[in-house]
């Protein structure tokens, strides 16, 4: 399984970003982050049918994620973007269901979002 993680970048505090990750096949799908100097940290996942979607509580009301099922490709938007948002962001997919515990089996990349105040 390949995936590609794409849409990071530099926005100041309060900007939007939305990231987009291509994936080779059809898999429950999550994001995750990993900001300097700390452990990865789960961000949001969505099922294969793209009906049931899970956040994190500091990201809830400020992040969505969807997916296009014709284009494999799942998307996060941000908005209201602060600073502690910082991270290197990741796309995974798993095998079975979707889950915001569980381990994930492939990984993409990772794109870089930078936040400033």
């Known amino acids: 399984v390949q995936l590609q993680a794409s849409g990071g970048g530099s926005v100041q505090s309060g900007g939007s970003l939305r990231l987009s990750c291509a994936a080779s096949g059809h898999y429950p799908m999550g994001w995750f982050r990993q900001a300097p100097g700390k452990e990865r940290e789960f961000v949001a996942a969505i099922s294969r049918s793209g009906g049931n979607t899970y956040y994190a509580d500091s990201v809830k009301g400020r992040f969505t994620i969807s997916r296009d099922t014709t284009k494999n490709t799942v998307y996060l938007q941000m908005n209201s973007l602060k600073p502690e948002d910082t991270a290197v962001y990741y796309c995974?997919?798993?095998?079975?269901?979707?889950?915001?515990?569980?381990?994930?089996?492939?990984w993409g990349q990772g794109t870089l979002v930078t936040v400033s105040s």
């Open positions: 995974a997919a798993r095998r079975g269901t979707v889950s915001s515990v569980l381990p994930y089996d492939y």
